[in-house]
């Protein structure tokens, strides 16, 4: 017997818009509904009324504690609609999810936010755990209700965290000097740019930079890369200034590594004339950074998979409350390496779910 997944493939529509139509709750076009409902028909497929009021019956709450986004900095979009995504099929089994948004630079509203979340008295909670200090009073909390919770996008050691989800950032780092030495660089000749907040907050930042550094001693490259940090990538005058006047007193630099989804900025603060001298390597397929691999000013993204981690944490806890299903201790999504070549062909999940949230509004 077909499923709605497979209603969903043979459609090429999400779960989510075989479940409205489904259900008659409108909001999908009348091409697409038409297109579902054939593939209904052919397979004579119809809702199971017993197992849909069971689910009804067993309701879950899953809440999710993420970083915001806007136009200047959209990563955090692509997880956001992976977790949309999964809401939409998992909610016929009973399960609701509540998105809670912060502050990637606050740490006030990260714990704030948290307070707000615990008031919908979820059943599990996924976070991006972006501030060491608060997470600990956060899974404390979280701990002494009993409520489980994984890591989304940033690996916290020495936590009680079902799973993480996300990156392994030490590889994705070491792959990145791997790259960088394609060119015969030094490690002397490549330049890590990377923003103050980064250094204490973030600790994928800093497992990508220390597999970057290892790359080089293990193949006996024992120079030491050199490293700028700034105070606020945000403050492009500031920027500029720095990265350029650093480069023109180092004219060994040959390579670049931006250790964050920010590349793109570094781009927008380079004086032309080092684009022919410079390779520059970064992470995360933004629009802003695969125009950057577009127009060549940036050789190589590495691609940590952003939607999918957002789908798969729902996807996790989803068997976790339903079928007491116990997840692998970190579940590493694909690391990609896109290239001007390639980067088209690296998003169509999201893409595919995109153009149907367009189509249905």
Known sequence: ??????????????????????????????????????????HNFSVNPIASALALKNKYRISVLIPDFNDADLFWKSPYLGIQKAEEEVKNFGIEVNRFTFNQYDPLSYYTTFKYLLETKPSAVIIVPNFTQETNTI??????LNIPYLFLNIDLKDFKNITYVGQDAYTAGYIAAKLMSTKDFNRSDCLIIQARYNITKNNTVFNRINGFDDYFKENNIHSKTQTLKIENLNNSVVTKEKINSYLKSHPEIKGIFVPSSRIHVV????????????????????PQNINCLLNDTVAYLISQKPFEQGYESIKIFADFLLQKKAPISKMYLPIDILMKENVKYNNGNQSIYENEQNLIS
């Open 1 to 42: 017997m077909i499923t709605i997944k497979g209603i969903a493939k043979e459609a090429n529509v999400s779960e989510g818009t075989v479940d409205r139509v489904l259900h008659n709750r409108g909001g999908v076009s009348k091409k697409t509904e038409a297109k579902v409902r054939k593939v209904l028909e052919l």
């Open 139 to 144: 899974v404390n909390e979280l701990e002494t």
């Open 267 to 286: 781009v927008d603060c380079l004086d032309k004339d080092y684009f022919k001298k410079l390779t520059l390597i970064g992470f995360d397929n933004t």
